[in-house]
Every structure is written in C-alpha cells, then in structure tokens.
C-alpha cells in the first residue's frame, strides 16, 4: 500500500505560477514512478505529467508542456509540479498518483496507476 498526499493548491491569478507537492509514503519499494493528473468540472480526468522515482525521467501532456516542470526528491520521497504561466483553462482538482511499472507508451493511462492522493484543489483566475 502506498499513500499520497498533495498539498500547495490555491487561488492564483492568470500567468502567475503554483507549486504543488505530493509525498509518498507507506510501501514506495512498489512506486516506480509518480503522475500528475487533474479534473476540471463537468470533464474526466487528465494527464498532466509524470517523473520516476530514481532516474527523474518526465514525461509531459501537450497542454503544459514547456509551462509545467516535474521534478522530486527521492530521498525525501517526494513529487513536486512547478506551474508556471497558468490560465484559466487549468483549473481543476490535481492529483497525484503511483505507478509501479517502468513505461515507454502507456505513461498517460490513468489505468496504470494502482494508487491515489486525495487530491488538491487549483483555481486560476482571468
């Protein structure tokens, strides 16, 4: 069993910049690596992006590419997702979540991931 747990949400204005943390705990031996997912009311849940545990390989959604940096701390087992230039369009609850395969395609799939944080609520205003 692993647990998540997110922090760093909030209210942020158009083009300003969030951090959000998430902290793994519990059985991390069966996390390989770490995602980043968020849901927007009235739509599914997204990938967002995605960094394993001892390489730091990240993987990136087109939408926050090149806005968006993964990073962490593995010896504090922890995730963070830097967030910069944010519109209003990434609203949405962010959730983190723990993948214990290594992947190259199926990355994105929520359906990879075994477990999940509660979740951490980010609003961008215009």
């Known amino acids: 069993q692993v647990t998540l747990v997110e922090s760093g949400g909030g209210l942020v204005q158009a083009g300003g910049s969030l951090r959000l943390s998430c902290v793994a705990s519990?059985?991390?031996?069966?996390?390989?690596?770490l995602g980043w997912f968020r849901q927007a009311p009235g739509k599914e849940r997204e990938f967002v992006a995605r960094i394993t545990w001892r390489s730091g390989y990240t993987v990136y959604a087109d939408s926050v590419e090149g806005r968006f940096t993964v990073s962490r701390d593995y010896g504090k087992f922890t995730v963070y997702l830097q967030m910069n230039s944010l519109r209003p369009e990434d609203t949405g609850v962010y959730f983190c979540?723990?993948?214990?395969?290594?992947?190259?395609?199926?990355?994105?799939?929520?359906?990879?991931?075994?477990?999940w944080g509660q979740g951490t609520q980010v609003t961008v205003s215009s």
């Open positions: 519990g059985r991390t031996v069966n996390s390989y690596a």
């Open positions: 979540a723990s993948d214990r395969f290594p992947r190259t395609t199926m990355s994105k799939n929520s359906e990879n991931y075994d477990y």
